[in-house]
Structures are given as structure tokens and as C-alpha cells.
């Protein structure tokens, strides 16, 4: 069965500081990787998706960027920290894209 | 025409009742419609998902309810139970989106026991 991981759980940055918050996939090959933020009481905003290695689409301009290193493997990156990118940073996959999308458990960054 | 409007944010609903979350999209080439269940500081799980060749898809108490004329889809959940409690989220895809999934804005359920 397909697993996916995030970490870490949990990150408190300062502002300036930098990222990086890791997702893998287990279970699958070739999978359609996407990272969504979630601000507090609010709905998904998708950030980046790839569909392999080395392919990403950025969907919003902003202080972040996104690299897929392995075919299971995404990562979020920022060189310096905002205030405003507080919030709950959700990796997905999915065999198609369009199709069903499997969240993985998030990492909750806040930014002082 | 990208957007999916979902009502109403917050629902409360007793223990046994009908809780009933409503969708409605522009864009006539979606077509896959999925539903997310989302506890707090977890992420959203894949609860029920339809597409427009049928008007209803049941599984256990949960129920998707499509009507395509009007460009509309919901969720029942039959016999609400406390363990419910949590934001729903609709969803939609299709070619215009690039197969994109664009979300609703959420709906947070409480059930009362």
C-alpha cells in the first residue's frame, strides 16, 4: 500500500530564516506530487505540483519554490522566511493528475 | 469559472441528524467531483468522489448527490454521529483546470450527542 511522509510535524522559523520541509512517497512510482498551504480556518491553496522528476509547476508567485530531487521525494523550499508564510503545508500525490489526491499528515510552520 | 462556492462554512447539526453540505461550480468541463474530510491538524482524507455520469453515489452513511443542469453537487451524511465533527471540503477537476483539483472553501460540521 502507498504511505506518505512529511516532516517534520512541527517548525517554529524566524523571519529571514530559511526551509525546508521534505515529502516522500512510498508504495508508487512516477506519482503526481503536489504541496498545498493551508492558512488557519481556511481552505487549500495549491502552491506547486509535479508530474516527475525535475517538473514542477508553480501555480502562485511568492517567497517560495519547490524541487522533486527523486521520484518520490518533493521539496518545499524558502532562502528567507516571511511572516505570512505561517500556516499548515500539505504534500499530496496522485496516480493521475486530476484524480484522487492522498494528503500526507502536514507540517504546521510558524513564522516569528 | 475556475471557482467551486461551497456552503454553508459552519453546520451544527444533533446526533442522528441529516448534515447536508452544498458545491456549485461554473466550469462545464469539470468532471470528477471528490469530497475531503479534514480533523483538525491532520490532512484532508479522501472521503467519497463522483463523476457526471451518475446522479448519486452511496457509500455507507455518506451520499453524493449530483445534478449536472444545474451545475451543482452535495454531501448527505446520514445519521450524523459526534465522530463526524470536521471540515469538509469539496473539489473539482477537469480539462480547463489543467486536472487540477480546485477546492472549496470548506464547511466545518458539528454534531451535537
Known amino acids: 500500500s502507498q504511505t506518505i511522509h512529511q516532516w517534520p510535524a512541527t517548525l517554529v522559523q524566524p523571519v529571514g530564516s530559511p526551509l525546508s520541509l521534505e515529502c516522500t512517497v512510498e508504495?508508487?512510482?512516477?506519482?503526481?506530487l503536489y504541496w498545498y498551504r493551508q492558512a488557519a480556518g481556511r481552505g487549500l491553496q495549491l502552491l506547486f505540483y509535479s508530474v516527475g522528476i525535475g517538473q514542477i509547476s508553480s501555480e502562485v508567485p511568492q517567497n517560495l519554490s519547490a524541487s522533486r530531487p527523486q521520484d518520490r521525494q518533493f521539496i518545499l523550499s524558502s532562502k528567507k522566511l516571511l511572516l505570512s508564510d505561517s500556516g499548515f503545508y500539505l504534500c499530496a500525490w496522485s496516480v493521475r493528475v486530476g484524480e484522487e489526491q492522498y494528503f500526507g499528515p502536514g507540517t504546521r510552520l510558524t513564522v516569528t | 469559472q475556475q471557482q467551486v462556492k461551497q456552503s454553508p462554512q459552519s453546520l451544527i447539526v444533533q446526533k442522528g441528524g441529516i448534515s447536508i453540505i452544498n458545491c456549485a461550480y461554473e466550469?462545464?468541463?469539470?468532471?470528477?467531483f471528490p469530497w475531503y474530510q479534514q480533523f483538525p491538524g491532520k490532512g484532508p482524507a479522501l472521503l467519497i468522489a463522483?463523476?457526471?455520469?451518475?446522479s448519486e453515489k452511496k457509500e455507507g452513511r455518506f451520499t453524493i448527490s449530483f445534478n449536472k443542469s444545474a451545475k451543482q453537487f452535495s454531501l448527505h451524511i446520514m445519521d450524523s454521529q459526534p465522530g463526524d465533527s470536521a471540515t469538509y471540503f469539496c473539489?473539482?477537476?477537469?480539462?480547463?483546470?489543467?486536472?487540477?483539483?480546485?477546492f472549496g472553501s470548506g464547511t466545518r460540521l458539528l454534531v451535537r450527542p
Open positions: 466550469n462545464t468541463a469539470f468532471d470528477y
Open positions: 473539489a473539482a477537476s477537469g480539462m480547463d483546470s489543467s486536472y487540477k483539483l480546485i
Open positions: 508504495g508508487t512510482s512516477n506519482p503526481n
Open positions: 463522483i463523476r457526471p455520469d451518475v
